[in-house]
Every structure is written in C-alpha cells, then in structure tokens.
C-alpha cells in the first residue's frame, strides 16, 4: 500500500486501490468522504472551524479553517466524478489535548457535525472529543477507516531499589 501523509490546512483525493491517506490530529478535525458508486474519497485536515468574525476575506491561510477546508474537498470530489448526494462521512479528532487553553477541539467537531448535517452528508463513523491525540488512515477507493488513539506515556517507572536490611539484625560493621 502506498501511504499518503496530509498535515494541517491539506487535503487528498483518491480514487486508486491500494492507497492510504493518513494524518495525526490532536484539536484538529480530519473529515473522510467518500462516493461508494464511483470508488472516490479524500480526506481533509482543518485547525479551526472559521476565522473570527466568518469571514475569510483577508485570511492569509484560508486552508487552515474548516469552513474552507470542507469546499476545497467537495469541490475536488465533485471534479473527480463524485456526487455531493452519494458522499458519506467519517470524522476524527477535537480533542482537548491541552488542559486550560479553550476548547478549540469541541469547536471543531461542533463545526463538523453541523456542516455536515445542513449539506446532508451521512457521517457513518465518527471518534470526536476526548483528550488524546489520533492517528487516521483512510482507504479512499474502500471507503474505510482506522483510527488509533496515541496514548499519554506511561510515567516513569520507579527506579529507586528498596532498602535491604542485614539478614542478622544486630550486626554493625565499622570502617
């Protein structure tokens, strides 16, 4: 298989066998569509869900927020052969992997759900929230995905050696 990596404010689309796109999201969103009929999807991989006050004019990286993020993909589905009506969803990420800096993650997967519900795109799978990081791949071709959350490390193990005591007790030797 052939591995495609996208990062923020990316996007692929597919329509060949034999490849995966993946991508590691911690706040961010990543959105999976795919048209089962013609054997087509593509993923995206936003930061935020719009610019403060909605607009992008003016927006130096568009690419980054999701309002956009969500076109540019259809956009590029539909010029492959897609239909909007035949695409179905999967959605990962929003976590809150840092603790006491907002909730930039649950504003994306509210973002998400929400556009995906006014365009009336079926999401079949979604794994949205928590506080851990994901790593996604997505078939395209198939229409399949894996996620896999990546976990905290373990905290160090104790390393100090517990005191042995002599196996006489009373013993003391001097130097």
Do not use: W
């Amino acid at each position: 298989m052939r591995r495609q990596t996208i990062v923020q404010g990316e996007h692929a689309v597919i329509a060949e066998p034999d490849v995966v796109v993946t991508t590691i999201l911690g706040s961010c969103v990543a959105v999976c569509l795919h048209d089962p009929q013609r054997r087509i999807g593509g993923m995206n991989h936003f930061l935020l869900p719009q610019p403060a006050g909605g607009s992008l004019q003016g927006v130096l990286d568009p690419q980054r927020y999701g309002i956009h993020a969500m076109e540019v993909l259809i956009n590029a589905l539909m010029a492959r052969g897609a239909e909007r009506s035949r695409l179905k969803a999967h959605c990962y990420g929003g976590a809150q992997v840092v603790a006491g800096l907002g909730d930039i993650g649950a504003e994306n997967c509210a973002f998400a759900r929400h556009f995906l519900a006014t365009e009336h795109i079926t999401v079949v799978h979604e794994d949205l929230g928590g506080r851990n990081a994901r790593r996604v791949e997505f078939m395209p071709f198939l229409g399949r995905s894996r996620c896999l959350t990546v976990r905290e490390p373990a905290p160090p193990a104790n390393t100090r050696l517990p005191l042995r005591l002599p196996e006489r007790a009373g013993e003391l030797e001097l130097f």
